[in-house]
């Protein structure tokens, strides 16, 4: 079973407004993953952080490994329509490890 | 398109058929993943390889399923006597040696109905 948890679990937010979400883990994970999956296709990578504490940006995504190694944090900034999708954060306790998959965040932006 | 390419990207089978997918790896990736994604959940890890080895299997792979890469190349997954339970999305993922900045790269997948 999951052993990431995702909060909120959706989100329905109007165009321009920023996004926080969360990632949980009840384990250490040495690497963090955000991945964006739209209908139909494979989930896409988006950000990557290997170091607690770590702070990443890609375009108007930031996300944060957790000092404590077991939680980490994405924010989208002024949400555009093209931001609609289903957030996984994922994670590996080991480098060589496979790679784990939260339940996801839903965002829906209204225009 | 140099992307991970998998076939057929939908199959609709009858209870108790088989089915097999196929999966092609980014060019000189040499780590291939199978994972499983139900609707509204994330993907679960099912196996994955290394070069032509099996390295690991998740207890989600019942002895119906076997996954095969020979010579470490393309992959196929199988399913057999499939039940209405293994409709799902079958997504393959490659990478190449694993350090940072070489993270999976993940196919379109394979949607599974079983009827």
């Known amino acids: 079973g999951q052993q990431l948890n995702q909060s909120p679990q959706s989100m329905f937010i109007q165009e321009g407004e920023d996004v926080s979400m969360n990632c949980t883990s009840s384990?250490?994970?040495?690497?963090w993953l955000w991945y964006k999956q739209e209908p139909g296709e494979g989930p896409v990578l988006l950000i990557a952080l290997y170091k607690a504490g770590e702070l990443t940006s890609n375009g108007r995504l930031t996300a944060q490994f957790g000092i404590t190694r077991k939680d980490s944090f994405l924010n989208i900034s002024a949400s555009i329509p093209s931001d609609v999708g289903i957030y996984f954060c994922a994670g590996r306790k080991t480098s060589y490890d496979k790679v784990i998959f939260g339940p996801g965040t839903s965002l829906s932006v209204i225009p | 398109d140099t992307g991970v390419s998998q076939d057929p990207r939908h199959k609709i089978t009858k209870r108790g058929q088989n089915v097999t997918f196929r999966c092609d790896p980014i060019?000189?990736?040499?780590?291939l993943y199978w994972y499983r994604q139900t609707l509204g959940q994330g993907p679960e890890f099912l196996t994955y390889f290394q070069n032509e080895a099996q390295l690991e299997k998740s207890r989600l792979l019942s002895d119906r399923f076997s996954a095969e890469r020979p010579k470490g190349s393309f992959s196929t997954l199988e399913i057999q006597r499939t039940e209405q339970g293994d409709s799902a999305m079958y997504l393959c993922?490659?990478?190449?040696?694993?350090?940072?900045?070489?993270?999976?790269?993940f196919g379109q997948g394979t949607r599974l109905t079983v009827v």
């Open positions: 384990s250490i994970f040495n690497t």
């Open positions: 993922a490659s990478s190449a040696k694993i350090r940072e900045g070489t993270e999976a790269f």
């Open positions: 060019s000189e990736h040499n780590r």
